[in-house]
């Protein structure tokens, strides 16, 4: 079982930042946080993944607690294109398990 | 192009009747992936591999199988076993490296009557 819990949706007004918030109290010293996003009936695509720092690149930023148990994606400026299904995974080796994702919608 | 191909995109089959998706990459990935997904539900892990030979169940393994006798290759066979076998089929390789990024194929929607 996916050992991540996301609120099943959210919204957020067009321009403004989006903060996607996950839990994984359980989460092992080796484990990675990642996101991914699914747009429609496509494959999830990688956004993002950290292990204890905030990380930062062109899509998004993931700040990580300092305990490790929870996790917010940040997208500064959120876009209509950015409506779409938001998965954080934690990643031990291979194993990568999705759970039900949250789903953002953007509104004009 | 380097990725995944699944095939076919769309596959009808009759109650009863075994059936086998299709995954191929040609990205030089050791591990590979089989998820399940259902109208507007998130993923589920069927099985994954991490190397020729050798894989693991994931959550719902049970009415499927897979074999891996090729590093390009994952077919997963959808047997009469699986009670709803209706459903979004996406297969997915990870890089071996940092980030360890997983890329998917287009997926298989297969109905089953």
């Known amino acids: 079982d996916a050992k991540t819990t996301q609120p099943p949706s959210m919204d957020c007004a067009e321009g403004r930042a989006a903060n996607l918030p996950c839990n994984h109290s359980?989460?092992?010293?080796?484990?990675?946080v990642y996101w991914y996003r699914q747009i429609h009936s496509q494959g999830p695509q990688y956004i993002i993944h950290?292990?204890?720092n905030n990380e930062t690149n062109e899509m998004a930023s993931l700040i990580i607690t300092e305990d490790r148990k929870s996790s917010t994606l940040i997208l500064p400026h959120a876009t209509l294109r950015d409506t779409a299904v938001y998965y954080c995974?934690?990643?031990?080796?291979?194993?990568?398990?999705f759970g039900a994702g949250t789903r953002l919608t953007v509104k004009p | 192009d380097g990725g995944i191909t699944q095939s076919p995109k769309y596959l009808f089959r009759k109650e009863g009747q075994n059936v086998t998706l299709s995954c191929e990459q040609n990205?030089?990935?050791?591990?590979m992936y089989w998820y399940r997904q259902d109208p507007g539900q998130g993923l589920r892990l069927i099985y994954y591999?991490?190397?020729?030979?050798?894989?693991q169940k994931g959550d719902i393994a049970e009415g499927y199988s897979v074999s891996r006798e090729k590093k390009e290759s994952f077919p997963l066979t959808v047997t009469s076993a699986q009670k709803n076998p209706t459903a979004f089929y996406l297969c997915?390789?990870?890089?071996?490296?940092?980030?360890?990024?997983?890329?998917f194929g287009p997926g298989t929607r297969l109905t089953v009557t």
């Open positions: 995974i934690v990643r031990v080796w291979s194993d990568m398990r």
């Open positions: 359980t989460i092992s010293g080796n484990e990675y």
């Open positions: 950290g292990l204890k």
């Open positions: 990205l030089n990935h050791d591990a």
């Open positions: 591999s991490q190397i020729v030979n050798d894989f």
């Open positions: 997915a390789s990870l890089t071996g490296t940092d980030p360890y990024e997983q890329y």
